[in-house]
Structure formats: structure tokens, C-alpha cells
């Protein structure tokens, strides 16, 4: 199976890419980056920290089909969506941004799949599993759950990492603001979703509202997404409208956090070097076995 081509940035507020900036963070401590920092003319206090968006009190880890689950009613997939985690350990919002900085990496649990069925949902979602980031803006009157897509990092496959935690740096390192939230979108298909969690500790939703069956009856967000549903596109505009409780998106976004705006692009900008390798995270504790059947959610 071929991986899915990297394809272009879809973002206005993307800057050159900064690709040693994620190893170095995880080479060598704060103190030793912003030692490097001054010696490039950054201002110290533009290397303040780095922040996982969406890390809670339970680990990320690689989905599985919980015990006694049928495969009918194992629905671990997102497809063709863009996700946003809106509860994780009872935690509200928890990939919002709360200072100013740049994202230079994604974390994403992947389950694992039989290659014979892999075939099958690469066809029926128009390609090879991918995911990327999302960045979201509330747009309206607070709790209508409508955001609009403000920025998005390159589209990453993920025929190549499955049963497992990966880490995968960003081509392009993201500015984000605070208020912004991190959604992770896929416009074909990722075994991503973990299930049968606390309803009231996990949720994440979708851009689609409730639909009343044709038969009659309350609306409900139960019926198959429309098709390519994922605002892929900058500027795009969507109500969240579904949420689904008891469910857990396995993602992170790692923020280096600066102080203002300026010192985040400033910071990016000057910070240059060899791209650096997708990883495996903690591979002895996200051991899955595979699966033989998904259903999509």
C-alpha cells in the first residue's frame, strides 16, 4: 500500500518551516534551547515552555476494540471528519490554547488493521489512513459550537505507524492565540477513536448538526456523516453539532509557547535545520493487537 502524498499546507498563517525546533526540544532541556535562542538574536523569553494540547490525566494510547465488543459495533474509525475533543478526563476544551506560541508536532494513538481490510476502507474513503491537525476559532454567540478553520498542517499518513503512540513533527510550525482549539481531521479514514469510555469523563464532536430520520422522529446524530464533511478549507465555517460521549480522539498538538504573537513567528522563523523523524512514542505500553473489523463513526 502507498503512502498518501504529503500535499500542500492548507493555512494562511503558516510560516517557513522551523524542522529542527521539535528535536531540539526533545534533545535538550529549556535552558540549553534558549542559550541557542540568544545566540540566534531571539529574545530569551521567546523559548517560555513547551505544552501538550489535549494531554490529560489518562495517557494517549492506541485504540482497541474493547472486550466483547462486536465488530459491528466497534467504532474506532473517523472518517472523512474533523474531530475536536471537547472532554477528556472530565477536562473542558482541553487542546485550547491558552498562551501565545507555535505547534510543532502532532501525537496521534493509530490502531492497528489486517492488511485485507485495509484495501477495503482505503477504497471506500478515497485513499490511505492520514490525519492533521485542525486549528479552530469560535466564531458567533458563546455555546452555539460554531468554529471556523483558521489554520491546518499537512496531511500525514499513517499506513506506516500503526499499533502504537507516534509522534509526527510538523513540516511548518503553526502559530496559534489563545481562545484557538486543536480538532484533528482526516479526509479519508484513521483508527483513532477509543470507546466505551466514562460518558461523562470523554466526547468529542463533529461539523454536522442533528438529522430526523425519514421516517419521523427526534433528530439524531446517529445516521452516516455526509460525505467528505471534513473543512478542509481555510476560512470554512461549520456548527459542531454532534457530540458523542464516552468517546476519546487519541491526539495531542505540542505547543512551544512565546509571549506575544510576534515572538511566536519571530521564533519560527529563525529556528531552521533537518526535518526532524516521525517516532514511536512509549511502544512497550501501547502494544494493540490487530483488528480485523472497524466500523466507522
Known amino acids: ?25 526533545r534533545r535538550f532541556p529549556l535552558a540549553a534551547v534558549a542559550t541557542s535562542l540568544l545566540a540566534l538574536g531571539v529574545p530569551a523569553a521567546a523559548a517560555a515552555g513547551e505544552v501538550q494540547l489535549g494531554q490529560t490525566t489518562t495517557p ?9 465488543t462486536t465488530a459491528a459495533n466497534c467504532t474506532i474509525l473517523l472518517t472523512q471528519m474533523t474531530g475536536l475533543e471537547t472532554v477528556s478526563d472530565g477536562i473542558f476544551m482541553p487542546t485550547r490554547v491558552k498562551q501565545d506560541g507555535v505547534l510543532t508536532a502532532m501525537t496521534v494513538g ?19 489512513p ?41 513540516g511548518q510550525a503553526l502559530p496559534v492565540v489563545p481562545g484557538e482549539v486543536i480538532a484533528l481531521s482526516t479526509a479519508t479514514w484513521a483508527p483513532v477513536l477509543s470507546i466505551d469510555l466514562a ?31 471534513t473543512p478542509l478549507t481555510i476560512g470554512d465555517q461549520s456548527t459542531y453539532g454532534c457530540s458523542y460521549t464516552g468517546t476519546r480522539i487519541e ?14 513567528a519571530d521564533l519560527a522563523r529563525r529556528l531552521s535545520g533537518r526535518h526532524a523523524r516521525p517516532h514511536r512514542v512509549n511502544p512497550a505500553s501501547t502494544r494493540v493487537r490487530a483488528h480485523r473489523r472497524f466500523r466507522r463513526r
Not at 1 to 25: H, S, V, Y
Not at 60 to 68: D, E, F, H, R, V
Request: aromatic content about 8%; hydrophobic content about 35%.
Open 199 to 229: 460518558k461523562s469523563s470523554f466526547a468529542y464532536r463533529q461539523p454536522r448538526v442533528p438529522t430526523a430520520p425519514a421516517a419521523g422522529g427526534a433528530a439524531t446524530c446517529t445516521g452516516a456523516a455526509p460525505t467528505l464533511a
Open 110 to 128: 493509530v490502531s492497528s488493521a489486517a492488511k485485507s481490510y485495509v484495501s477495503g476502507l482505503d477504497k471506500s474513503y478515497g485513499g490511505p
Open 1 to 25: 500500500m502507498l503512502p498518501a502524498p504529503p500535499g500542500p499546507c492548507k493555512q494562511t498563517r503558516n510560516i517557513d518551516a522551523e524542522r529542527r525546533f521539535n528535536e531540539l526540544m
Open 130 to 170: 492520514q490525519a492533521q491537525l485542525t486549528v479552530l476559532r469560535s466564531t458567533g454567540a458563546p455555546g452555539r459550537n460554531r468554529w471556523e478553520v483558521v489554520a491546518q498542517s499537512a496531511p500525514q499518513e499513517l499506513a506506516s505507524y500503526q499499533g502504537g503512540l507516534f509522534e509526527f513533527p510538523l
Open 60 to 68: 494517549l494510547a492506541a485504540p482497541t476494540c474493547p472486550a466483547g
Open 251 to 264: 491526539y495531542s498538538a505540542t505547543e512551544i509557547t512565546t509571549p506575544t504573537p510576534i515572538a511566536a
